[in-house]
T-cell receptor, first 114, second 118 residues
Framework: AQSVAQPEDQVNVAEGNPLTVKCTYS??????LFWYVQYPNRGLQFLLK??????LVKGSYGFEAEFNKSQTSFHLKKPSALVSDSALYFC????????????FGKGTRLHILP | GAVVSQHPSRVICKSGTSVKIECRSLDFQATTMFWYRQFPKQSLMLMATSNEGSKATYEQGVEKDKFLINHASLTLSTLTVTSAHPEDSSFYICSARPRGPGLASEQYFGPGTRLTVT
């Protein structure tokens, strides 16, 4: 069965420093991978996705993620964190052989310290 | 960009009553819509997948008779929580996948509905 793991409940980063939010996945076959961000009492906003092609994917708000097949990881990164990046981040995966079902990780709360 | 709306954003109802939540894709047609439930500080749990014109597919453990889903058109899906109880209090989020090429398109999420059952 497909699954997503976000090993960190919370990540604290000083403003201006680089940030990484970790995600590993388990799926049969080739995965479609996604990152979403959620602000308090709001729905999810799409950040980026990996379907195929370059392992480094660039997305919204300066975020990027690197697909690593050998490590089955899809870590979210940003070179310089902003206080406004503080939010809840979800990694998600969909097996390419399945229909539309997306499985979400449990989420990582990112705190950017001024 | 693709916009999904939900109505209402917040609802408080008494135990035993039913409440309907609407999910609309505002600027695209969605053959498939999804309903999720999110508990505080937890991830989204998929409740059901709704295809226009056909019966919804429920995830294991989700009561079909309690959470009625109707996908009457390509832009509207509704979730009705019947005979609500306090344990049904949660944040309900819908998403919609635009008509288009295969599985590569991402889902667009609504802003969520906070349901409180007293």
């Amino acid at each position: 069965a497909q699954s997503v793991a976000q090993p960190e409940d919370q990540v604290n980063v000083a403003e201006g420093n680089p940030l990484t939010v970790k995600c590993t996945y388990s799926v049969s076959g080739n995965p479609y991978l996604f990152w979403y961000v959620q602000y308090p009492n709001r729905g999810l906003q799409f950040l980026l996705k990996y379907i195929t092609g370059d392992n480094l994917v660039k997305g919204s708000y300066g975020f990027e993620a690197e697909f690593n097949k050998s490590q089955t990881s899809f870590h979210l990164k940003k070179p310089s964190a902003l206080v406004s990046d503080s939010a809840l981040y979800f990694c998600a995966v969909r097996a390419t052989y399945r229909d539309d079902k997306i499985i979400f990780g449990k989420g990582t709360r990112l705190h950017i310290l001024p | 960009g693709a916009v999904v709306s939900q109505h209402p954003s917040r609802v408080i109802c008494k135990s035993g009553t039913s409440v309907k939540i609407e999910c609309r894709s505002l600027d695209f047609q969605a053959t498939t819509m999804f309903w999720y439930r999110q508990f505080p500080k937890q991830s989204l749990m998929l409740m059901a997948t709704s295809n226009e014109g056909s019966k919804a597919t429920y995830e294991q453990g989700v009561e079909k008779d309690k959470f009625l889903i109707n996908h009457a058109s390509l832009t509207l899906s509704t979730l009705t929580v019947t005979s609500a109880h306090p344990e049904d209090s949660s944040f309900y989020i819908c998403s919609a996948r635009p008509r288009g090429p295969g599985l590569a398109s991402e889902q667009y999420f609504g802003p969520g509905t906070r349901l409180t059952v007293t």
